[in-house]
């Protein structure tokens, strides 16, 4: 079965330090994965995606991701975070067939 | 451009009730997707649509019922509301299926006491 999984349900950084929000998958193909994220009372909102190529992926605000399929990872990454970063993050793995697998989400909580 | 939208934003219903959430796109994409949220359970699909006149079912399809009739809106209905359906529900489309990009509404927040 495919399957996304984010081991962490917070993590808590502080302005300027560097932040990583894990997340692992597992598929039987190749996979599709991407990152979202979720202000207060909002929907969500796409930050990037890897489908094929370069392993480190860069999207809004920011952030990147890198693929690492020895490890199955697909970890969230930004060199420099800021208070308005804190959100509910959302790692999703695509399926063979036309939906996304959510992982149950990760609260970020940057301080200053 | 409005994208997504979702009506209505909140409702409260009770036990038995019926009711019908809507949500519209103004993206000309083809799949649209419902799915709850819950805490600590991250987003679950409930239904979802390929193209205007179809339908099928998610995750989590039990209690719900769903339309496209337009390729714009897709209905979700709740014949019977229960508790267990207390949840935030969001709708989303994309152009093309699992390797697309997902754009969200901004949710609808329902309370069945």
């Known amino acids: 079965a495919q399957s996304v999984a984010q081991p962490e349900d917070q993590v808590n950084v502080a302005e300027g330090n560097p932040l990583t929000v894990k997340c692992t998958y597992s598929?039987?193909?190749?996979?599709?994965l991407f990152w979202y994220v979720q202000y207060p009372n909002r929907g969500l909102q796409f930050l990037l995606k890897?489908?094929?190529?370069?392993?480190l992926v860069k999207g809004s605000y920011g952030f990147e991701a890198e693929f690492n399929k020895s490890q199955t990872s697909f970890h969230l990454k930004k060199p420099s975070a800021l208070v308005s970063d804190s959100a509910l993050y959302f790692c999703?793995?695509?399926?063979?067939?036309?939906?996304?697998?959510f992982g149950k989400g990760t609260s970020l909580l940057v301080t200053p | 451009n409005a994208g997504v939208t979702q009506t209505p934003k909140f409702r409260v219903l009770k036990t038995g009730q019926s009711m019908t959430l809507l949500c519209a796109q103004d993206?000309?994409?083809?799949?649209m997707y419902w799915y709850r949220q819950d805490p600590g359970m991250g987003l679950r699909l409930i239904h979802y649509s390929v193209g205007e006149g179809t339908t099928a079912k998610g995750e989590v399809p039990d209690g719900y019922n769903v339309s496209r009739l337009k390729k714009q809106n897709f209905l979700l209905g709740l014949e019977s509301a229960a508790p267990s359906q207390t949840s935030v529900y969001f709708c989303?489309?994309?152009?093309?299926?699992?390797?697309?990009?997902?754009?969200f509404g901004p949710g609808t927040r329902l309370t069945v006491l």
């Open positions: 993206m000309n994409h083809e799949y």
């Open positions: 989303a489309s994309s152009p093309t299926g699992f390797t697309d990009t997902q754009y």
């Open positions: 598929v039987s193909g190749n996979p599709y």
């Open positions: 999703a793995l695509g399926d063979s067939g036309y939906a996304l697998n």
């Open positions: 890897y489908i094929t190529g370069d392993n």
